[in-house]
Nanobody
Framework: QVQVVESGGGFVQAGGSLRLSCAAS????????MGWYRQAPGKQRELVAN???????NYVDSVKGRFTISRDNGKNTVYLQMNSLKPEDTAVYYC???????????WGQGTQVTVSS
């Protein structure tokens, strides 16, 4: 019912920047919450940031001031601008779309972000 495709991961040196994009398609509603999670080797998946339809965003403490989440409702796309990257940001980043209208929780396939020291 909902499909998401991520892009923008890669390899960067500490202090660098990357921008992740996630395009959603299918049964998308403006009320959906869109967000990014990440999972590092040997660790649990954690919320990085999410944003609701009104533009209100939440961030995990470790990325506050460095990462910015935004969304373009016309394009059903959510972005994650990551600045001042640190080696501890290395993980697979997953896009998530949560629909309260059709009660679905959709995950992308994940995109690798690697930050070297």
């Amino acid at each position: 019912q909902v499909q998401v495709v991520e892009s923008g991961g890669g390899f960067v040196q500490a202090g660098g920047s990357l921008r992740l994009s996630c395009a959603a398609s299918g049964r998308i509603f403006s009320s959906d919450t869109m967000g990014w999670y990440r999972q590092a080797p040997g660790k649990q998946r954690e919320l990085v940031a999410n944003i609701n339809s009104g533009g209100s965003a939440n961030y995990v403490d470790s990325v506050k001031g460095r990462f910015t989440i935004s969304r373009d409702n016309g394009k059903n796309t959510v972005y994650l601008q990551m600045n001042s990257l640190k080696p501890e940001d290395t993980a697979v980043y997953y896009c998530n779309v949560r629909s309260y209208v059709i009660n679905t929780n959709t995950w992308g396939q994940g995109t690798q972000v690697t930050v070297s020291s």
